[in-house]
Every structure is written in C-alpha cells, then in structure tokens.
C-alpha cells in the first residue's frame, strides 16, 4: 500500500527540485568505434516499493543489475568512471539502462545526476522513474489541469495506441487496478495530461478526457519512462506492465526471459478422496477424527464428471495434468461389483490429457506413522531407529503404477513422479529428512523429476539423481465435493472461535488473517474463495513462475469446484493479453528444466562469470561452461552458426527469447541483431 501523505510530501519537495542534465551529443562515435554497451541495469534503490518491484522483475526473469542503495554511507559515488570506460581501446558503458527511484533522487543540483544525464546522452541510455508525480519536470501538467492525484484502487486504464505499437503491445489493452478490499486503499497517485515531448504509455478516464499513468518523456537527448503510481511487485497492474517495462528499458535486447506458465495436476485420479464432516470439524478415515469412526463417506468422479473435464479442457484449449493411482482405482473396482465406469470413461479419453504416475495406492513413502496421535509421529525399532518403507516397496509402487498405464494405452514420462502427499520427502515437523530408501527407488525406476510441496520447499533440490519441482497448493479442498462444503470447512479454519471456527487464524496471526464474518455457506465459496483463489493463482501465472498448480480429483466431482476457478483465471488472463501472449501450459519435467536453468544462471551471475554486451547489432553472451543464458532480442534477430546464421529464439509477447548456449567450436553466443 502507497503512503498518500508521504506523496504528498514528496511531491511539495519534488517540485522545487530541478533536473540537472548535461546534453552531449549522441553520435560522437563513428562506426568504427561504436560503444560497448554491458547488459546490466543500474538500479539506485530508495527503499521503495515500486524500486523494489522494478528489481524483484529484474532478478526472477534473469536480468543482471548493480543496485546502489540511496541511503548507504558506503555506497559508490555515481561518476562518469563509475558509469563507463574504455575496453580494448572501445568506449564502454557499463549498463544499458537506468532505474531511479524519480527522475532526481540526488536532490537540486547533483553532480551524480548531472554524471548521469551526461552518461545517458552520450551511449544513448534509457531511465525509468519508478514512481514521480504529474509536474513539468517530467513532461506532465500538474494535476489541476486536466488531471487526478488520489486513491487508483479500482482505476480501469488502458494501453494508448502508441503503448499498442510501443512497449506494451503484448496486452489486450486493458490495465485494471486492483481493488481487493474497501476497507484498505491499495493505491495511489497522479494522472497528468501530456506536455511537448511526453508520449502517453497508458491512460485512464479523468472527468471527459483522459490523462497519463505511464509514458515516454524525451528531452534533452535522453528518454525517460514515467510512471506516476505507486505499487508492489505483485499488485496486479505492475505485474501487467512489468515486462514492457523492462523491454522499454532495455530497448528490447537483454540477457533474462519470461513467460506466462499455467499448469495444473489433478491428484488422486482412479482413487476416492475422504469427505469432511461439517459436524465433527474433521474428516473421518483420514488420521485421527474424534468420533467419526463409522462416519467415513468419499467423493469420486463419475463417468459424467470424466465426459465434463474433456468437454471442459476443448472449449477453454486448456489441458489437465491427471495424476492417477490405479491400484486405488482397481480395489474401489473390486469393492464395488467389479465395475467402473469412471475408469473406463478416461481411459477411453487417455489421449486428451496428460498423465503422470502419483504411485499404485496412494500410500505414504516415509517413516512407517503412527496416526493414533495428532499430529502423527514416526515409529521407531527397539534400537531407537526410525522405521522406514523399504526401497523395494517404493520402487514397487511406482513401477506397478506405470506397468498397469501401459497396458490400458495410457502414455506416461517414466522420468515424473509425485508421491502421494509429496511422502517420502522431508515432512517437518516429523520426518526431518527424506527416506533414506527414496533416492534408490526413484533411480531404480528411471524417476528424474519428483513433485514437492512449495508451501513447504519451495527452492529445488536434488533427491539422489532426480530433482525436485515444486507444486502450487490451490486451496481448493482436496476432502470437499461440494460448494457448501468448500465454505463450511473455510468457515471452520479462517474464522474466530467467537464465531465458531477453530481459532488458527487468532493464533497465528502472522501467516493467517481471521474472516471478519463467516461465509454464507450457499453463496461463500462462488462469492469470496472463487475470486480469492483465482486472484492468487493469477498472481503467479503474471510472475513468470513455471511452477505448476495442484488439486485432487474431488475437485472434479459433485458440485465440480474447481471450474469456477479455473475458468476465472483463464478467462481473466486471455482478456489481459493479446494471443502474442499466451499462457505456456507446459508438463513438469519442463518446469523441472526451467528452474534448474534457473538455478544455474543464477549462480554463474552471482559469481560474476557472466559476461555480455552489445556493439552495434551485435550481441555477445559468455557464461560458464555448461550454463545455457537465457536473451531477450527483438523480431528478425539472427543467431550465428559455424557457418551461416538460423532465427533466434523463439516468438513470445512481441519479441523472441530461448535459453542459448555457445553453437558448435564456438566459446560465446554471438547475435546478430536487425539493422
């Protein structure tokens, strides 16, 4: 949330400020002595938000930055040889852009902005201001001209023509501030009507016209992006325009990618989940439920709900990721005359999904529990060791899962695996380390990629020879088949004892937030976990996550509460983007791929063993060896082969990305750029 009084006395101070800039001419190089620019960002960090935000874009899409903290007495003066120098006999600058905190965060008269003018005009290097307000100084009238400054919650803007064909060109048009409480304002800021030289980004209804939110301010041989509102990194109007931001910054030519990843995997497919009790406050048959033995009732798809996911997976070009356990599905069979229809109808579908082995029955992998105390603990031998699944029971579960797919047609990717309730792995507070027996099951069975929790583990790790993807909880309730239910259960979590709940949210106040009401049960769950819900799955499809979503097969069922969610955020999103953008619905052996690159890249930039720059139209990038780089190019670029060149990358959001690595008896990636 923005500080409105702290604005306001921002901008009291910010509008006797004065930019100091220094014009020296841009074409002072000839060809033969074109700069070398690095690609690196300069980030000068106030301690805000919006810097902040600007940053977190920077680091979660790979982007190498140098950020200079305002208000450290130790930090580096900002110079022209702190800003560039001579390589080889080359004039260098050292960073291709520059965020700033406003347009002049030195205050009237600074030397170090006056450094930096000079700089930006000479190598022809962009500025944002990460958040300023509607004045003269950056290309604005004031607000009592045509303009606004106050509350945005809520504010419908929209990407102007020039935004279309500009820097935001990979949105549909509409930037929607969110509004997610009355009772708490969420932002603030200023909308200014266009001087000379200020070309308008984004703009938002003010009394008859309109007037400016983000936008383009070119003077004195520089260029400027102004944005006149504050925000976080994951409000969703900054997350919209984030990467337009960046590519604006960058003039399109950066090291870093992003995408847009959705993916959700459907646990417990063929098996029956257990139900909640809204009398009892717990689920019977699953661990300890104090008076519900005798009580236990399931929820499981039907051949009906099977017909409605393939129907609902064509009319949204959405596909489901099902995570079956056939052993599961075949004891319900045998309990239940034989037959099932459920089974046989997906079957029939095999090819509409993808599929993905979650072990035979379901059972747990770790330490032999003991559930008849709550919360469970791990049993030991008479020698005070822990009791473990064997390896050979693990390994059986898996390789039976897989054997019974392939004899029904059903394609898998053997190297996937998630265990039920991601068992086997670490489970704190209880097991506090995986099964020792785990690695060598997961090997014996060809496993390199094994679902984890990311509520609980959120960084990859390595399980003997495979790696860990971790998977979005959706709180969609796996032991609830219907909306009632779903709200009944929220009730009993999120709300105050007072009011009849358990009381969590009062005793952990930190990680939880109590209802102010309960729910209505008939209405609660479509009018304020839906939206919830989506709103937070959204978040991480916008912030370039490739971490997949999960949910259970009772979700699928009944009143089939998922939907509901599922259909917001992608009906949301594709009213958001434009088809240049589309969502990436990958499996989880790509994710697994894509953090691990990740990880990589991340290392060698902290070690400093990247290095990449542009001349020209020609870009080099070198990393270590075995470390592919992920780049940013505009449409048309050429990447250089031995011999000849091939198109670069891959066409995403308007222009073209891919993780590249150094082509044959080559030791650098080498770009040719259009001209």
């Not at 406003?102 to 930096?116: D, K, R, T, V, Y």
Request: proline share 5%.
């Amino acid at each position: 949330m923005v500080n409105k009084n702290r604005m306001n006395r921002v901008a009291c101070v910010m509008a006797a400020a004065a930019l100091v800039s220094v014009a020296v001419p841009a074409a002072t190089a000839t060809a033969a002595t074109a700069p070398r620019i690095d690609l690196k960002v300069l980030v000068v960090d106030d301690g805000g938000s919006s810097v902040e935000a600007i940053t977190a874009e920077l680091r979660d899409t790979g982007v190498p930055y140098t950020r200079v903290l305002l208000g450290s007495g130790s930090r580096p003066v900002i110079n022209a040889g702190f800003l560039s120098d001579t390589v080889d006999g080359r004039p260098r600058a050292k960073y291709q852009g520059v965020v700033l905190p406003n347009e002049n965060p030195f205050g009237e008269g600074s030397a170090e902005m006056a450094a930096l003018a000079a700089y930006e005009t000479a190598y022809g290097i962009r500025q944002v201001d990460a958040y300023t307000w509607a004045h003269p100084g950056v290309g604005l009238e004031y607000t009592d001209n045509g303009g606004f400054s106050g509350q945005l919650d809520g504010t419908q803007a929209a990407v102007t023509a020039a935004g279309k064909t500009g820097p935001f060109g990979y949105l549909g048009g509409q930037v929607a501030f969110e509004d997610n409480s009355a009772l708490v304002p969420e932002s603030f800021g200023f909308m200014g009507k266009p001087r000379a030289g200020y070309t308008s980004y984004v703009d938002a209804p003010v009394g008859s016209g309109r007037a400016s939110l983000v936008g383009e301010y070119a003077h004195d041989g520089r260029s400027e992006l102004v944005v006149t509102f504050g925000y976080n990194q994951y409000q969703q109007q900054f997350r919209l325009l984030a990467r337009g931001i960046v590519d604006w910054l960058t003039q399109g030519v950066h090291l870093g990618q992003s995408r847009n990843y959705f993916a959700v995997h459907v646990d417990d497919v063929f098996a029956p989940d257990a139900r909640w009790n809204k009398d009892l406050n717990c689920t019977p048959g699953d661990y300890a439920c104090a008076g519900g033995e005798g009580k236990e009732s399931t929820i499981r798809m039907t051949a009906a709900d099977a017909v409605y996911a393939a129907q609902w997976q064509q009319s949204k070009g959405f596909k489901l990721d099902m995570l079956f356990n056939a052993g599961a599905g075949e004891e319900w069979k045998a309990e239940n005359s034989g037959t099932d229809a459920l089974t046989a109808q997906l079957v029939a579908d095999r090819a509409k999904y993808r599929w993905m082995n979650h072990t035979y029955t379901h059972p747990f992998l770790g330490c032999v529990q003991d559930t008849t105390t709550v919360p469970w603990t791990c049993t030991k031998n008479a020698q005070g060791a822990v009791n473990w699944m064997s390896r050979a029971e693990i390994s059986a579960q898996i390789r039976d899962n897989n054997n019974w797919a392939a004899s029904k047609g059903i394609t898998t990717d053997r190297t996937e695996l998630v265990t039920g309730e991601h068992s086997g792995l670490k489970t704190l507070p209880q097991q506090g380390q995986d099964n020792p027996n785990l690695a060598g099951a997961l090997a014996d069975n060809g496993v390199k990629w094994a679902g984890s929790d990311n509520s609980r583990e959120p960084a990859q790790r390595a399980v003997g020879a495979a790696l860990t993807v971790p998977r979005h909880p959706m709180n969609v309730y796996y032991n609830t088949g219907t909306n009632a239910e779903m709200a009944d259960e929220y009730n009993w979590i999120y709300t105050s004892r007072a009011d009849g709940g358990s009381g969590v949210c009062e005793e952990n106040p930190a990680t939880s937030t109590c209802l102010p009401d309960p729910l209505d049960p008939n209405t609660g769950y479509l009018d304020y976990i839906v939206p919830q819900e989506a709103r937070t799955a959204l978040r991480h499809v916008l912030a370039n996550d490739p971490r997949p979503h999960y949910v259970h097969q009772s979700n699928l069922a009944e009143d089939r509460t998922l939907y509901p969610v599922l259909d917001r955020v992608l009906d949301t999103y594709r009213a958001l983007y434009a088809p240049s953008a589309p969502i990436v619905n990958q499996t989880m052996k790509d994710a697994g791929v894509e953090l691990g690159r990740r990880a990589a890249w991340d290392k060698a930039l902290a070690e400093g063993k990247v290095t990449a720059y542009r001349i020209g139209t020609a870009v080099t990038v070198k990393a270590p060896s075995g470390v592919v780089a992920p780049v940013t190019a505009p449409n048309g670029t050429k990447k250089q082969l031995l011999l000849g060149t091939t198109d670069f990358g891959t066409a995403y959001a308007g222009n073209r990305s891919a993780w590249t690595g150094p082509e044959l008896l080559q030791s650098a990636v080498t770009l040719k750029l259009p001209s």
